[in-house]
């Protein structure tokens, strides 16, 4: 995450955006929490219809909200030692996100291959292969820019806007009780925010190119799960399930 050899000049600098970083990540627990609570934490202790994938990645997953929330804190305070330590630990802490979505998509792919067949089954890996390759993306850049804040702290605030999403969706489906608008809005909110931020960017003649990324990937989403039955995607993800599930 941001380095600690970041100069007090630079944290300055970006110190606005950096505080609303912080009130971002909190608000991206908490509408998580709130989204995920009726389809999963009331489920509480048996969590009949979840397997311990599903607990793996939501701890998993929790940690890495914890540590994007404490990053920027770090920097707002001055606190670079702690910030290096929790930045060196996102080494080892992405990996295992990383694996927690495979296993979260092998999961969900043999449970909708015994009660829906392969074809929904293979579609449906849409949700979770694809993710796997967008979230790195975006944090392969937030590292390669670790020494440009502008861009690395961009990096990592569309990661929080690509994790924003699921708990979104749950929120406006589970609590607004919108199933049929809530992917629609979600998206919506989440694309429309990132333009928003990038023609603000380029009206104060910072680079476009974070933002253009991640809009790039939402552009992305809306060929691949629209497309997620054709012959395409089916055959990708058949290998995928033959050779790694």
């Given at each position: 995450m941001i380095t600690s050899e970041l100069s007090q000049d630079k944290s300055k600098k970006n110190s606005g955006i950096t505080n609303r970083l912080i009130y971002f990540f909190i608000f991206l627990l908490l509408i998580s929490i709130a989204g995920f609570y009726k389809t999963y934490l009331v489920k509480f202790p048996n969590f009949d219809g979840f397997t311990w994938a599903h607990h793996f990645h939501g701890a998993v997953m929790l940690t890495w909200v914890l540590m994007l929330i404490a990053q920027p804190v770090f920097i707002r305070t001055k606190n670079f030692r702690l910030h290096s330590i929790?930045?060196?630990?996102?080494?080892?802490?992405?990996?295992?996100?990383?694996?927690?979505?495979?296993?979260?998509?092998?999961?969900?792919?043999?449970?909708?291959?015994?009660?829906?067949?392969?074809?929904?089954?293979?579609?449906?890996?849409?949700?979770?292969?694809?993710?796997?390759?967008?979230?790195?993306?975006?944090?392969?850049?937030?590292?390669?820019?670790?020494?440009?804040?502008?861009?690395?702290?961009?990096?990592?605030?569309?990661?929080g806007l690509m994790i924003l999403g699921p708990g979104l969706g749950r929120f406006m489906i589970a609590v607004c009780d919108l199933p049929f608008i809530a992917v629609p809005i979600m998206i919506g909110v989440i694309a429309l925010f990132t333009l928003g931020w990038m023609i603000v960017d380029i009206i104060q003649k910072r680079s476009a190119f974070p933002l253009a990324v991640f809009l790039g990937i939402i552009a992305i989403t809306f060929i691949v799960a629209p497309n997620s039955h054709s012959a395409w995607w089916q055959a990708f993800a058949k290998w995928i399930a033959a050779h790694l599930f």
């Open positions: 929790v930045g060196k630990a996102s080494y080892v802490v992405f990996p295992l996100l990383i694996l927690s979505f495979f296993l979260v998509a092998r999961a969900s792919y043999f449970r909708n291959l015994k009660a829906d067949g392969e074809v929904e089954a293979l579609a449906g890996m849409t949700n979770g292969i694809a993710d796997i390759f967008y979230i790195s993306i975006l944090y392969g850049f937030g590292i390669y820019y670790k020494k440009k804040t502008s861009f690395h702290l961009r990096f990592f605030a569309c990661i």
